[in-house]
């Protein structure tokens, strides 16, 4: 807290304005207990405001500084470029995922994932029965793209039975269905806290 009496032309001052600084231009006491503030605000604007000892706790002189300068940590400075950069990396490389991945896809799994599915997102339902079409390979390059553009934080694999056999079986979640949907019904809902309750880690998989 600062007195009024603080208030000198061409000191910087905070709490006259809601979201800016203004710079003292005059001031012109009444009494002891109230004074006439001529100030500048950052446009060049002159204004004047009414200020009595009651309005002290709000103000704060500010000690003026460089806009900017070249002291910073360059390691920090390079650590948060390179952050952003992967960040945005998606808007310049249109099929990220295929190039930073290890897998090969065939044509027909970048024109489902990168045609089909990501333009549609977020998509409701996903039907892939088709044995031996690479569904594997589009569902990680799915996941992989959803992520880098932060579309994408937790998966949840559904998979046969007999399936989850053939993998890391702390990778999937077995038996995550009660029961059956009939075949009128698109969606069903499930408490994603019990599933988590049940088993800590998912992936997603179309394979099923």
Sequence with gaps: M????????????????PDSLVTVVNVQWFGSEALELTYKDPGGRVANQLLYRHD???????????????????SLLRLV????RIRLAYLF????????????PLPHQITAVYEA????????????????????????????ELIVRGDLQRCL???????????????????????????????????????LARHGKFVLDFSC
């Excluded at 046969?160 to 698109?186: A, C, I, K, M, N």
């Design 93 to 104: 490389d249109p099929v990220l995922a295929v190039h930073t991945s290890l897998v090969e």
């Design 81 to 84: 470029s390179e952050a952003h």
């Design 157 to 195: 694999v559904v998979c046969p039975g007999s399936l989850v056999d053939q993998w890391q079986d702390e990778l999937y979640l077995r038996q995550p269905f009660q029961r059956e949907p009939d075949f009128h019904v698109t969606s069903v809902n499930y408490n994603f806290s019990e599933l």
């Design 117 to 144: 599915m990501l333009p549609r997102q977020p998509l409701r339902f996903l039907l892939a029965d088709d044995p031996g079409a690479g569904k594997t390979i589009m569902a990680g390059l799915l996941i992989k």
């Design 2 to 17: 600062i007195k009024l009496e603080d208030l000198q032309p061409n000191t910087s001052v905070r709490g006259i304005l």
């Design 56 to 74: 002290e706790p709000r103000l704060e002189i500010v000690a003026k500084g460089r806009p900017w300068s070249f002291d910073g940590d360059g």
